[in-house]
């Protein structure tokens, strides 16, 4: 796997109301923030770009909701932001997709160049697979670090329910297999990184 030398690495939501298991369920995948940190650190240290982005919820009840302290970076993001070499990009949004944020993430990625983006954050079936989709559909070469992303068990129509597992890995298949994105680990990215 090749990883561009000017590949953003786009950190989706990766916020203090996702701790809030009381509103969400039972998680995935406990290591994604250890994954997460380390490709925060690779990309910076290698001078990547970085592109941070917070959902900013329009619902009352969100932990995500703007002026609420869940809608925060977690720690370990917060600390290593503004840190790299390499250029930064911080995206608000109120909708899943990191393209559809403020600044325009396309326009950015488009003037500096870049063609390829690898993606980690929460959640695996919400915001980082709706920006992969929306990624593959605009002809950037997304890759996914999949370990380095976590989700929640969901109820959707007829009473169907799904573990947290069974949903990311529906939709890692789901990117993968219709070719929206290339879904790997972040041992894989970290070591074509070249670090």
Not at 85 to 107: I, R, W, Y
Not at 126 to 150: H, I, K, Q
Request: proline share 4%; charged share 20%; aromatic share 10%.
């Amino acid at each position: 796997m090749d990883i561009a030398e000017n590949a953003a690495l786009v950190v989706v939501d990766v916020q203090k109301g996702f701790e809030e298991l009381d509103f969400w369920g039972a998680r995935n995948n406990p290591g994604a923030d250890e994954n997460i940190a380390a490709l925060i650190d690779v990309w910076q240290a290698t001078g990547r770009p970085v592109v941070f982005v917070r959902h900013d919820s329009v619902k009352p009840e969100s932990p995500l909701r703007r002026g609420y302290e869940g809608n925060g970076f977690k720690e370990y993001v917060e600390r290593r932001r503004g840190k790299g070499a390499g250029p930064e990009l911080f995206v608000t949004k109120t909708v899943n997709s990191a393209f559809l944020g403020t600044p325009d993430l396309g326009a950015w990625l488009k003037a500096e160049g870049i063609s390829q983006v690898v993606l980690a954050g929460i959640q695996t079936n919400m915001c980082v697979e709706t920006t992969a989709r929306m990624g593959g559909n605009l002809g950037y070469d997304v890759v996914v670090a999949f370990d380095a992303t976590y989700t929640f068990g969901l109820e959707g129509p007829f009473g169907w329910r799904r573990s947290a597992e069974e949903i990311a890995q529906a939709s890692a298949v789901s990117l993968h297999g219709g070719g929206f994105a290339r879904v790997v680990t972040t041992e894989e990215v970290v070591g074509a990184a070249g670090v």
